[in-house]
Antibody, heavy 119, light 107 residues
Framework: EVQLVESGGGLVQPGGSLRLSCAVSGFTLSDYWMTWVRQTPRKGLEWVASVKQDGSAKYYVDSVKGRFTISRDNPNNSVYLQLNSLKPEDTAVYYC????????????WGQGTLVTVSS | EIVLAQSPATLSLSPGERATLSCRVSQSISNYLAWYQQKPGQAPRLLIYDASNRATGVPARFSGGGSGTDFTLTISSLEPEDFAVYYCQQRSSWPLTFGGGTELVIK
């Protein structure tokens, strides 16, 4: 059974940092692109970042470039999102998702982890 | 950035009726469009990929069509569990983008 489990969310002050983790099981992580998507009531779903199977290519939405870093550890079945210089507008539920084709078609999602940026 | 406009924002229908949801794209994306269903408190669920292919386990009452800039998701006969929010998403170019969603509510 394919499972993705996010962790690491929480309350952080503006300018602070968090590291989100996504632990996967039930499939071979190195076979898939992986992605982080976030959701807010105001903006809906927003793609944040994607990483290629071997980590050789990474893409980010403009609003997080230079602040967020996506990475993966295939042998340990994990994907990460490092969030630095956090802003209130980064407040959202962050989902980890598997892409069964390059750049899109997210067929499995985690349950999400809430990040709240507030003083 | 490719912009996706979904319409209507809210669709009010009864079980058994046919639902047609629209997704218009700001530039041609060939068939690189997916549809997702999301229920309250749940993650999105992939329904349709590459415009017209049903994902594994998706009932046959869901179908997708279109290409280029105009796409539709059709639910042939609504079941009670189909009332949810539906999103389209393009994968033609970075950044990947989602539409704003259509909320399907029970009339």
């Amino acid at each position: 059974e394919v499972q993705l489990v996010e962790s690491g969310g929480g309350l952080v002050q503006p300018g602070g940092s968090l590291r989100l983790s996504c632990a996967v099981s039930g499939f071979t992580l190195s076979d898939y692109w992986m992605t982080w998507v976030r959701q807010t009531p105001r903006k809906g779903l927003e793609w944040v970042a994607s990483v290629k199977q071997d980590g050789s290519a990474k893409y980010y939405v403009d609003s997080v470039k230079g602040r967020f870093t996506i990475s993966r550890d295939n042998p340990n079945n994990s994907v990460y999102l490092q969030l630095n210089s956090l802003k209130p507008e980064d407040t959202a539920v962050y989902y980890c998702a598997r892409a069964f084709t390059a750049a899109g078609n997210f067929d499995f999602w985690g349950q999400g982890t809430l990040v709240t940026v507030s003083s | 950035e490719i912009v996706l406009a979904q319409s209507p924002a809210t669709l009010s229908l009864s079980p058994g009726e046919r639902a047609t949801l629209s997704c218009r794209v700001s530039q041609s994306i060939s068939n690189y469009l997916a549809w997702y269903q999301q229920k309250p408190g749940q993650a999105p669920r992939l329904l349709i990929y590459d415009a017209s292919n049903r994902a594994t386990g998706v009932p046959a009452r869901f179908s997708g069509g279109g290409s280029g800039t105009d796409f539709t998701l059709t639910i042939s006969s609504l079941e009670p569990e189909d009332f949810a929010v539906y999103y389209c998403q393009q994968r033609s170019s970075w950044p990947l983008t989602f539409g704003g969603g259509t909320e399907l509510v029970i009339k």
